[in-house]
């Protein structure tokens, strides 16, 4: 290692001790984002959300909606591909391999799919390949931090609601244990039930950026769209994301 490379280095250490973060925080700051756009063709409001991810992330599923003032759901703005078509690059095992294929999941976003509504052949509200959510909406998996660029379908109301739920699965902790209900299978894939964000956009405030807030979790294998709000149970999973950050134009 150069003598250059370690003072450089050690500047870097030294500042971020001096602003309360390491060395890590500020690299993932300035990593390369992966860049999402769906729904080109709204005619509504243009909606940018931008996720650093945090020192749990690890390929979570995630969707991104809006709701009116009351809590109504509006439209949805995007999800990964396996979600919109219930098709999963694991889907299933063959020959000891896992391959490509359906999956019934309902624990993996499951307050996002109770607020669209749409249930499916097999009495679940989570999208199927019969039945897809458009491919406007979909896009795929980010992998680290990325940037949302997406358009409403038409104009909102004066106030409204940007939601946004994450899971990832098999993240246990010592209450969200993989033997707390040992008869649900959905449940053990999760474990630490999925986590909902949301930001209230006033048209009415000149605010450049919104923060996303957490303000609850999700049922833990999907068989309710209920939102639970008491988060004292959660560990890794609040850390899936470092800050959600929503702009609107």
Request: glycine content about 6%; proline content about 7%; charged content about 20%.
């Amino acid at each position: 290692m150069s003598r250059g490379f370690i003072f450089l280095y050690l500047i870097t250490a030294l500042l971020s001790a001096c602003s309360g973060k390491t060395v890590k925080e500020h690299s993932l700051e300035r990593e390369q984002k992966i860049i999402l756009n769906t729904n080109p063709d709204g005619t509504g409001s243009e909606i940018s959300l931008e996720l650093f991810r945090g020192k749990s992330f690890y390929y979570p599923l995630m969707a991104v909606w809006i709701e009116d003032e009351d809590g109504n759901y509006i439209q949805t703005l995007y999800v990964p591909t396996s979600v919109a078509t219930g098709v999963f690059k694991y889907g299933k095992k063959e020959n000891n391999k896992w391959i490509t294929a359906p999956k019934r999941a309902p624990q993996t976003l499951p307050y996002w799919s109770h607020k669209r509504g749409i249930v499916a052949s097999d009495g679940l509200y989570m999208p199927e390949p019969e039945n897809p959510v458009p491919d406007a909406y979909t896009g795929a998996t980010p992998v680290k931090s990325f940037v949302l660029n997406t358009r409403a379908d038409k104009p909102l109301p004066h106030i409204y609601k940007i939601l946004f739920e994450i899971n990832q699965n098999w993240d246990w902790n010592e209450y969200w244990t993989n033997n707390k209900f040992p008869d649900d299978e959905n449940y053990k894939m999760s474990c630490q039930p999925a986590l909902v964000y949301e930001a209230v956009i006033d048209k009415g405030k000149s605010l450049s950026s919104v923060a996303m807030k957490p303000i609850g979790h999700s049922h833990y294998s999907g068989k309710t769209g209920e939102l639970f709000p008491d988060l004292s149970t959660l560990t890794t999973a609040l850390y899936i994301a470092d800050s959600i950050i929503v702009r609107v134009r």
